[in-house]
């Protein structure tokens, strides 16, 4: 969404107000989007609750001190955002279920909590999409997965898309590949955060202090993902760029081209799409 882009959204209630939560709620808090019927939100601590209450356009409740909460904020909310932690999805949609209204839709941030779980435990007028956002969103440049219910409608996921595109970018695939996408938007900030920690600490080996060497790693890293985001050319070509014949950058990279990097990723990905079905199956 650009800064001239506009968005007006209905009655949003967010259940579970963990960091990925407050980052969704806070593209919603922009001046360029309304949300028609305002936003609630539901946590179990009255501290946390208190500090959301304290946000402009957010009514919170504490369900430790309120046994009403999650009912008083799907009252006629069109969009309802479960983000409690994976275990405690079924009960929390046992205890909603009769209080949504027909055509409301629900919008899973549960990890490993599949489609067909939602819809089987919600009424059949209730829609369904699951989604996969990434950290970045803290910083309004997530990448988010949408995956749509058997239920949902093109207007869903219309809706859907206009509340992640408020923390970034959206993509839309089956169920099918939404393990798949977290295995590379997902877990890929670990990945470049991984990178660099090593990079800096190959920098200390050669004899810069810690100081020096986050400046200079962190600073690549930025600047290069910021070239690449104002850039028409593709990461393959920014490299070449910087890569001359027979240079000190040529030999490097054909150094990690030698060490196997694709094929790492490769595994490193096979193991964490491994273990995403594991935590789906149990």
């Known amino acids: 969404m650009t800064s001239a882009d506009s968005t007006t959204?209905?009655?949003?209630?967010?259940?579970?107000?963990?960091?990925?939560?407050?980052?969704?709620?806070?593209?919603?808090?922009?001046?360029?989007?309304?949300?028609?019927?305002?936003?609630?939100a539901t946590?179990?601590?009255?501290?946390?609750?208190?500090?959301?209450?304290?946000?402009?356009?957010?009514?919170?409740?504490?369900?430790?001190?309120?046994?009403?909460?999650?009912l008083k904020a799907v009252a006629g909310a069109r969009i309802v955002v479960v983000a409690v932690k994976p275990a405690m999805v079924p009960g929390l949609l046992t205890e909603i279920a009769g209080s949504l209204e027909p055509g409301t839709l629900?919008?899973?941030?549960a990890a490993g909590v599949?489609?067909?779980?939602?819809?089987?435990?919600?009424?059949?007028?209730?829609?369904?999409?699951?989604s996969m956002p990434n950290t970045p969103a803290i910083v309004g440049q997530a990448v988010t997965g949408l995956s749509?219910?058997?239920?949902?409608?093109?207007?869903?996921?219309?809706?859907?898309?206009?509340?992640?595109?408020?923390?970034?970018?959206v993509l839309v695939v089956p169920e099918g590949k939404l393990d798949a996408l977290s295995t590379i938007s997902g877990s890929g900030p670990a990945?470049?955060?991984y990178l660099i920690e090593q990079l800096t600490a190959t920098a200390i080996d050669k004899g810069f202090t810690p100081e020096e060497a986050a400046t200079m790693v962190n600073g690549t890293f930025l600047g290069a993902s910021s070239l690449l985001a104002v850039s028409d050319k593709t990461p393959?070509?920014?490299?070449?760029q910087v890569t001359s014949p027979n240079g000190t950058t040529e030999r490097a990279v054909w150094e990690l081209e030698k060490g196997g990097l694709k094929s790492l990723f490769d595994t490193a990905t096979d193991a964490a799409l491994a273990r995403a079905r594991e935590l789906a199956a149990s």
């Open 114 to 130: 599949t489609i067909a779980t939602f819809e089987s435990l919600l009424p059949e007028s209730v829609h369904v999409i699951r």
């Open 43 to 70: 946590n179990r601590s009255t501290a946390k609750a208190d500090e959301l209450a304290g946000t402009e356009g957010v009514t919170a409740w504490a369900t430790e001190v309120d046994p009403e909460a999650n």
């Open 191 to 193: 990945y470049v955060f």
């Open 106 to 109: 629900v919008i899973s941030v």
């Open 9 to 40: 959204l209905p009655a949003i209630a967010f259940l579970g107000a963990g960091s990925m939560a407050r980052a969704v709620l806070a593209g919603l808090l922009k001046p360029s989007v309304n949300v028609e019927g305002g936003i609630r």
């Open 236 to 240: 393959g070509e920014l490299r070449r």
């Open 148 to 169: 749509a219910g058997t239920r949902s409608t093109a207007e869903d996921l219309a809706l859907a898309t206009a509340l992640f595109d408020t923390v970034g970018d």
